[in-house]
């Protein structure tokens, strides 16, 4: 061992020359003189953990990745999620008998040589896309069967107007019922398929007096419709199955009226021709300004509201004007011509005149 310590002598010098050139002895595993990367003090963020994931080079100046882009190379946008398609609008239900009233004011084309009348029914259902029905017990009763044959040929008119010229020299009537266009007798017409409407007339029977107190004239107004509108069809006037009465309802003014569907038409037409008029002559005043007809002997009979609210009495019976002694109080109408009084212009004169 003694032979050969001098082969540590060079050993020893170097361990006595390091710490005289500045080296510790932790340099020696890092001849390079890289520092040593410091401990995180907390986990890194996922962003710079994908970054690492695409940079192997540890370049930190470089912006972090989103996970998003790391599957997309290229750096385009996310694809956005596709919004749920919308499901088409639904829509408005037309109900049967609107559908009927639209059909009814359609153009018609009718050519038939001795067509039986249920064919025709049949056709007019296809032609038109509605139900369409014959009240068979009602035509047995006039002793006509569905095999009625029917002659026609019409072009370019509506189909009201084209079934009005076929029911018409057999005695048939046609309605709306049960959401079917149903082709039936005049008497079945008349006692089986009455309907029941309200009509909104505010502006047609609401006045004011010289006093700008407002006051409601329906009198004015059934007149009109009872005595030009098929007067025997009204109870009042001749014991007719039709009925109109006064329906007021808040500031609104209406009529309920009960009647065939063809005199309904008429009803509807009447009032639309008044507003018309109305519309065209109305002194500018709302309402119109119209003085209260004094109780008179045309009111005879009847219980019709007074202007305070309560039913007005009867007036008795000039001589000669009514009925006889006895014969209890007359149906409206029945008691001779009416005096004049104001038409529904407000004033403007005419009377009923102007029907």
């Known amino acids: 061992m003694s032979k050969h310590w001098w082969l540590l002598a060079p050993a020893l010098v170097v361990l006595l020359a390091l710490p005289a050139l500045g080296i510790r002895a932790d340099d020696e595993e890092n001849p390079f003189g890289v520092k040593p990367a410091q401990a995180a003090a907390s986990p890194a963020p996922v962003s710079k953990l994908f970054a690492a994931a695409n940079d192997p080079f540890g370049d930190e100046s470089a912006p972090a990745v989103s996970p998003a882009s790391a599957n997309d190379p290229f750096g385009g946008e996310p694809a956005q999620a596709a919004a749920p398609a919308k499901a088409p609008a639904r829509p408005a239900r037309v109900s049967a008998e609107n559908q009927i009233e639209r059909e009814l004011d359609a153009p018609a084309a009718l050519d038939f040589d001795e067509m039986p009348l249920d064919q025709v029914v049949a056709?007019?259902?296809e032609a038109h896309k509605i139900a369409v029905q014959i009240d068979t017990r009602a035509l047995d009763e006039m002793g006509l069967g569905s095999d009625t044959p029917i002659t026609c040929h019409l072009k370019g008119i509506r189909l009201r107007s084209a079934l009005n010229l076929i029911c018409r020299p057999l005695d048939l009537k046609y309605t709306i019922s049960d959401e079917v266009?149903?082709?039936?007798s005049a008497e079945a017409d008349e006692g089986n398929y009455l309907l029941t409407r309200v009509y909104d007339v505010t502006d047609l029977v609401v006045f004011q007096d010289e006093k700008h107190v407002r006051w409601d004239d329906y009198d004015t107004l059934i007149d009109a419709i009872q005595t030009t509108l098929s007067p025997d069809s009204w109870a009042e006037v001749s014991g007719g199955l039709g009925q109109i009465r006064e329906a007021p309802l808040g500031q609104a003014r209406g009529l309920v009226v009960t009647q065939t569907y063809a005199r309904h038409r008429q009803v509807a037409q009447l009032l639309a021709d008044l507003r018309r008029l109305n519309r065209e002559n109305r002194v500018p005043s709302d309402p119109p300004v119209r003085s209260r007809p004094a109780p008179g002997p045309w009111?005879?009979?009847?219980?019709r509201t007074a202007p305070g609210g309560a039913p007005?009495?009867?007036?008795?019976?000039?001589?000669?004007a009514g009925p006889a002694p006895g014969a209890g109080p007359a149906p409206r109408g029945a008691l001779g011509p009416t005096p004049p009084s104001p038409?529904?212009?407000?004033?403007m004169g005419g009377g009923m005149g102007m029907f």
Do not use: D, F, K, S
């Not at 007005?312 to 000669?320: D, F, I, M, S, T």
């Open 343 to 347: 038409g529904l212009m407000g004033g």
């Open 181 to 184: 266009l149903l082709i039936t």
């Open 123 to 125: 056709y007019l259902a």
């Open 299 to 303: 009111m005879c009979g009847e219980a």
């Open 312 to 320: 007005r009495p009867a007036q008795p019976v000039p001589p000669g």
